[in-house]
């Protein structure tokens, strides 16, 4: 069974704190995951994917297939980061396979 | 480039009705893809269609129908209307080339069923 497991709702932080957004996957394949972000009144956009081992406006994932995680992580996090995030997963055929999302805030 | 548009942005059925979505993708993309999101449920996938054919179907009942024109334009129907279905729907379109696995996401549609 394709799962993506988004473990927090909501996390808050303040500026300038480090982030870890978790995101835990079961998939019977070699996967390939993806975290996508909503900004406020903003359409869902992809933030990075972990083929690409590429930093985002500061974020980061890296794939751990042992614990079958693809965490985001920010060292220091900013007041506009504050929005919806999703892990997704994908299941084949453009069939993406999403988390139920983390909100993180960040207060100044 | 132009994004990916979505007709109308919000819609108010009554129950028993059935409703018509429209989804535009970006210029030169063949695959588009329906999402339903709800609070309870999140984002759930429906189906995938690629030049005018179905590749990939989520698990919803067949009340839920898509189909796809050959400029790529894609519409989506539900039938006989649930409270449930009350939703946000959203599309998606993707490119062709090997590394172009991105989804670019429309701003949705906002169905209310009462």
């Known amino acids: 069974a394709q799962r993506v497991t988004q473990p927090e709702k909501l996390l808050s932080v303040f500026k300038g704190a480090p982030v870890e957004l978790k995101c835990n996957y079961s998939?019977?394949?070699?996967?390939?995951l993806f975290w996508y972000v909503q900004y406020s009144r903003q359409r869902l956009q992809l933030l990075l994917r972990?083929?690409s081992r590429e930093s985002i406006k500061g974020f980061t994932a890296d794939l751990n297939k042992g614990e079958t995680s693809f965490h985001l992580k920010k060292p220091f996090a900013q007041e506009e980061d504050s929005a919806m995030y999703y892990c997704?997963?994908?299941?084949?055929?453009?069939?993406?396979?999403f988390g139920t999302g983390t909100r993180l805030l960040v207060s100044p | 480039k132009a994004g990916v548009t979505q007709t109308p942005r919000y819609l108010i059925k009554t129950r028993g009705q059935q409703v018509t979505l429209s989804c535009s993708p970006i210029?030169?993309?063949?695959?588009v893809s329906w999402y339903q999101q709800t609070p309870g449920q999140g984002l759930q996938f429906l189906f995938e269609?690629?030049?005018?054919?179905?590749?990939n179907k989520g698990n919803f009942p067949g009340r839920f129908s898509g189909r796809q024109f050959s400029n790529s334009r894609s519409e989506m129907n539900v039938s006989t209307l649930e409270l449930g279905d009350s939703a946000l729907y959203l599309c998606?379109?993707?490119?062709?080339?090997?590394?172009?696995?991105?989804?670019?996401f429309g701003p949705g549609t906002r169905l209310t069923v009462t």
């Open positions: 998606a379109s993707r490119g062709q080339g090997k590394r172009d696995d991105e989804q670019y």
């Open positions: 998939y019977s394949g070699s996967p390939e």
């Open positions: 972990h083929i």
């Open positions: 997704a997963l994908s299941g084949g055929f453009q069939k993406l396979v």
């Open positions: 210029s030169g993309h063949r695959s």
């Open positions: 269609y690629f030049s005018e054919t179905q590749r």
